[in-house]
């Protein structure tokens, strides 16, 4: 059974969300680990080789947040303030994005 959160706690000032999963886990996430993660294909694209002769700077991901809103009851989606808002989040993304050390130490076994 994935895991599906209790509650969501946005805290813009402090850049963090945090998740508490019905098993009674605690996720905090980093609004820029957030944005890094963002699952949508524009951002997972790989970064092309540009053409011989041409330079192709890339901005760092802004980690400010509009708002936040519940896709269904098995997502969520980021409203960045530059605009971007196209990573769709599911729960089972999330807890594996979980950075606390168990989590982390749990994803680098298997
Ligand atoms: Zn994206
Ligand atoms: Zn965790």
Redesign the pocket.
Known sequence: MPHRPQKIVVNKEEKVMTIVWDDGHESRYPFRLL?ER???????EEPQDPPEGMLVLRLAPRDELDSVELVGSYAIQFFWSDG?H??IYSWDLLRRLCPCPTCSREQRRS
């Open positions: 944005r963002c699952p949508c294909a524009e951002c997972r971007h196209h990573g």
